[in-house]
T-cell receptor
Framework: NAGVTQTPKFQVLKTGQSMTLQCAQDMNHNSMYWYRQDPGMGLRLIYYSASEGTTDKGEVPNGYNVSRLNKREFSLRLESAAPSQTSVYFC???????????FGAGTRLSVL | DQQVKQNSPSLSVQEGRISILNCDYTNSMFDYFLWYKKYPAEGPTFLISISSIKDKNEDGRFTVFLNKSAKHLSLHIVPSQPGDSAVYFCAASGNTGGFKTIFGAGTRLFVKA
């Protein structure tokens, strides 16, 4: 059972470069989420998608864009990476917005 | 403004003893609370949850207690095992404007053999 799959697992970028983090879930969940985890800060919500075709900003959306490509896939794009975006990024999904979330293994991103 | 607070960054417990992890919240609109467990290099995994209509939920060695008047919940692990060593995140959700789930900063639990 794959669950939530994130790619890549690791990435190093130079300031100003762009990249897209990919996320796919095979549980037929309606809701998907992108979080970032920083030391002492817990998990902070960047963007979420309550259902296919909708996306909403979370707590820390600046510098990011998202696309809910279909029910399975939810991607996170950094258009011009900054050192402040160095973090571990987690994608998650749930049946509904309030329910238990299932997380991917994370993408560790360093921006130099 | 942290709506969900875990004030202890770390906790060390002897194997076989009880581990108590605490969490406080500020928003009275939260009505569903969860605990997640995270090992290094893995994503968080769901551990146990509790609805605001209950004050206790038990699952094997794990029990979550909710005190709504104090806006406080705790996770008890009895007996603690070395495999329980991980970071534990408290989370809360409810009709706070979008049903977003808010996570605490986490508590790192060390269980010593």
């Amino acid at each position: 059972n794959a669950g939530v799959t994130q790619t890549p697992k690791f990435q190093v970028l130079k300031t100003g470069q762009s990249m897209t983090l990919q996320c796919a879930q095979d549980m037929n969940h309606n809701s998907m989420y992108w979080y970032r985890q920083d030391p002492g800060m817990g998990l902070r919500l960047i963007y979420y998608s309550a259902s296919e075709g909708t996306t909403d900003k979370g707590e820390v959306p600046n510098g990011y864009n998202v696309s809910r490509l279909n029910k399975r896939e939810f991607s996170l794009r950094l258009e011009s990476a900054a050192p402040s975006q160095t973090s571990v990024y987690f994608c998650a999904s749930s049946e509904e917005r309030k329910n238990i979330q299932y997380f991917g293994a994370g993408t560790r991103l360093s921006v130099l | 403004d942290q709506q969900v607070k875990q004030n202890s960054p770390s906790l060390s417990v002897q194997e076989g003893r009880i581990s108590i992890l605490n969490c406080d919240y500020t928003n009275s609109m939260f009505d569903y609370f969860l605990w997640y467990k995270k090992y290094p290099a893995e994503g968080p995994t769901f551990l146990i949850s509790i609805s605001s209509i209950k004050d206790k939920n038990e699952d094997g060695r794990f029990t979550v207690f909710l005190n709504k008047s104090a806006k406080h919940l705790s996770l008890h692990i009895v007996p603690s095992q070395p495999g329980d060593s991980a970071v534990y995140f408290c989370a809360a959700s409810g009709n706070t404007g979008g049903f977003k789930t808010i996570f605490g900063a986490g508590t790192r639990l060390f269980v010593k053999a």
